[in-house]
């Protein structure tokens, strides 16, 4: 079973970026990949979704247009570069590998999850 480390949070202001990556320790191609956020005093949310190939991309109704995900089956990495944020999006960060299901919305599908990584956006 691969193993998850997310990397690339940290404190921006509103407007600002970040680029955050997953690496896995073994190889993830033939896995669809997401990314989940969970604020404090709330439950998990789905961020955005990528199939094994890239061709498919599902995104939350929240991020759509600000956020990008993206991944490099050679470096077993998913990224999400996420543009324009905004104080709500201040939570953790995780990545998944999908294998169950056919929903990306539904972490039930999710069965390997990384630790995660901190998002605050603030002034």
């Known amino acids: 079973q691969v193993q998850l480390v997310e990397s690339g949070g940290g404190l921006v202001q509103p407007g600002g970026s970040l680029r955050l990556s997953c690496a896995a320790s073994g190889r993830i191609a033939s896995e669809a990949m997401g990314w989940f956020r969970q604020a404090p005093g709330k439950e998990r949310e789905f961020v955005a979704g990528?199939?094994?190939?890239?061709?498919?991309?599902t995104y939350a109704g929240s991020v759509k247009g600000r956020f990008t995900i993206s991944r490099d089956n050679a470096k077993n990495t998913v990224y999400l570069q996420m543009d324009s944020l905004k104080p709500e999006d201040t939570a953790v960060y995780s990545c998944?590998?999908?294998?169950?299901?056919?929903?990306?919305?539904?972490?039930?599908?999710?069965?390997?999850w990384g630790q995660g990584t901190q998002v605050t956006v603030s002034q």
């Open positions: 990528i199939s094994s190939g890239g061709g498919t991309i």
């Open positions: 998944a590998v999908k294998t169950l299901g056919i929903s990306y919305f539904n972490p039930r599908n999710y069965v390997t």
